[in-house]
């Protein structure tokens, strides 16, 4: 099949993209104290002439505890903002767009490393599985000012020139663990039996973002039915639920669901060969991306566990874009390992692609 439709351009609101491929936002952990270096600006200064949309790697707001890695970076304080400023600066001078991921990690296994945040990990129920405590119950007092450093994080997106903003509401981080039943036993307006009722932090987050940057500029979320800390998760089991979840966060002010599948060929429901992102576009009528092992073998979890994957062919991947099932193609390990991913793809150097081996994010290449 054709891979010309992958390099048609698309335009919404504050985006112009030179193609459908995006850059998918993948943890890098270089920057020191929260700080990108300049090696970071660099990192995805290769990238930006191929990509349409570069989406950066998560970057946490402005609360205590919204991280636990010393080096993943800052979206808040002169310095960490100075950093970004560069990356931008140097995207845009190479011809590229780009959103940075504004990001809470919520209640998560400690660090590697031994390092702690300066204040308790802080989440829905202070659970970081269900039945198992790994931190405090947040209170609304604490909510509340978390919605607010999103609605600064992503004022602060537009003050240094981003092309948009996204929301890391997947992958079983904070907004993510407030969906999720297992995890989210609050008995006032921030839980609830139905993951509509589950869902009133992220649509207050969402209204913050979308206040901050003004009606013109394009808001992303990132969703995932699975978790991190359990793959077998779904929150949304019927079309019926998807549609009462997603339509209120479109309501308050989503331009683009990213939708994260570990595999993207995968259904969502029986009875369909539509996947996550597929729903999200039939649903509720808004762009969405796909993502998930896109032009690889393997998926990627597995690849922090070691295990390699082998370039692998992009047929479906076209066949589902050109029926309109979604509208951005979210490329994340490949583009790690080779910067020119994207154009090898787009001349048929299909010899010179390269495998994924988890060697590869131990480097900024």
């Known amino acids: 099949m054709s891979l010309d439709i992958l390099f048609r351009p698309f335009e919404h609101k504050s985006l112009r993209l030179q193609n459908r491929i995006v850059m998918a936002p993948m943890t890098r952990s270089f920057s020191p104290a929260g700080v990108p270096t300049p090696d970071v600006a660099a990192y995805y200064r290769r990238r930006a002439p191929e990509v349409g949309l570069i989406i950066s790697e998560g970057t946490v707001i402005d609360r205590p505890a919204s991280s636990n890695d010393p080096a993943v970076p800052h979206f808040h304080g002169e310095q960490a903002l100075a950093g970004w400023k560069r990356v931008i600066d140097e995207v845009h001078a190479a011809g590229g767009a780009m959103a940075p991921q504004i990001w809470h990690m919520g209640i998560v296994a400690p660090h590697a490393s031994g390092w702690t945040p300066p204040a308790p990990m802080e989440g829905p129920s202070g659970l970081v599985v269900p039945g198992k405590a790994g931190g405090v119950a947040m209170s609304e007092t604490d909510i509340a000012e978390t919605v607010a450093a999103f609605g600064r994080a992503a004022a602060e997106t537009k003050r240094l020139g981003f092309d948009a903003v996204e929301i890391h509401g997947a992958h079983g981080y904070l907004i993510d663990q407030f969906f999720w039943a297992g995890v989210n036993k609050r008995q006032d307006r921030y839980g609830g039996v139905t993951l509509p009722e589950r869902s009133r932090l992220a649509v207050e987050v969402v209204r913050a973002v979308r206040s ?118 979210a490329v994340g390990r490949a583009m790690l390992s080779d910067p020119h991913w994207i154009s090898k793809i787009r001349e048929g150097r299909h010899e010179q692609l390269q495998d994924f081996t988890r060697e590869a994010l131990a480097t900024l290449f």
């Open 212 to 329: 901050a940057v003004g009606e013109d500029f394009a808001v992303i979320l990132r969703l995932s039915q699975w978790k991190q800390q359990d793959f077998a998760v779904k929150l949304a089991r019927t079309p019926d639920e998807m549609a009462a979840w997603l339509n209120p966060l479109a309501e308050a002010g989503v331009d683009i669901f990213h939708c994260s599948q570990r595999r993207f060929w995968q259904p969502e429901f029986e009875g369909s060969d539509l996947n996550f992102a597929g729903w999200a576009k039939k649903l509720t009528g808004k762009p969405s991306i796909t993502v998930g092992s896109v032009g690889l073998s393997g998926e990627f979890i597995a690849a922090f566990q070691g295990e390699s994957s082998r370039p692998d062919p992009l047929d479906e991947l076209i066949r589902r874009l050109a029926r309109g099932d979604f509208d951005l193609v």
